[in-house]
């Protein structure tokens, strides 16, 4: 069974970064794509960034030139680097994975950003 449990969230001033993590274990095939989503309250769920077997990857408008995903295959973690965060990047952040990026999905980590 795919496992996923994210982790770094936290509270942060704007203009700051954040690392977040996801451990991963589970069948392999669930490498096809792995992403991240997030969800602030009162919102729909919103597409992050993706990232493909092939090691393409997709980013949302909002977070392209601040966010970076990527992965460490040895260690089975994915990674989303996040800079100079703005208020409107609060939101709980869900780890995602699967055939169709979103088969399988962690509890989140709860991201904060202070004005």
């Known amino acids: 069974q795919v496992q996923l449990v994210e982790s770094g969230g936290g509270s942060v001033q704007a203009g700051g970064s954040l690392r977040l993590s996801c451990a991963t274990s589970?069948?392999?095939?669930?490498?096809?794509?792995m992403g991240w989503f997030r969800q602030a309250p009162g919102k729909e769920r919103e597409g992050v960034a993706f990232i493909y077997a092939d090691g393409g990857t997709v980013y949302a408008n909002s977070v392209k030139g601040r966010f970076t995903i990527s992965q460490d295959n040895a260690e089975n973690t994915l990674y989303l680097q996040m800079n100079s965060l703005k208020p409107e990047d609060t939101a709980m952040y869900y780890c995602?994975?699967?055939?169709?990026?979103?088969?399988?999905r962690g509890q989140g980590t709860q991201v904060t950003v202070s004005s």
């Open positions: 589970g069948y392999t095939y669930s490498r096809f794509c």
């Open positions: 995602a994975a699967g055939v169709s990026c979103n088969n399988y």
